[in-house]
């Protein structure tokens, strides 16, 4: 039977969170990424259905959802 081995790592006591703040650009992003899908969907739906899903899959996964477009 193998023998397991842990390396105990102590806890960084000193690291703080850095607050986010909101970059007016970052936004912006997001913001023109809606309105693309918006269009896509009042051009045709069904045609655009696969540009909209990807889309909508980058917003999902690249922006933090603490950042807003529709605020």
Known sequence: M??????????V??????????????VDGQRLLVEAMKYLT???PVA???AVQLIS????TRFRMSDS???
């Not at 193998?2 to 806890?11: D, R």
């Not at 006591?13 to 970052?26: A, I, L, N, Q, V």
């Open 57 to 60: 899959e980058h917003v999902r």
């Open 13 to 26: 006591m000193g690291r703080k969170k850095r607050e986010r703040t909101s970059d007016p650009r970052y």
């Open 48 to 50: 655009n259905r696969e």
């Open 42 to 44: 009042q051009a045709d």
């Open 2 to 11: 193998a023998k397991v081995f842990t390396i105990p790592v102590p806890p």
């Open 69 to 71: 477009p529709l605020s």
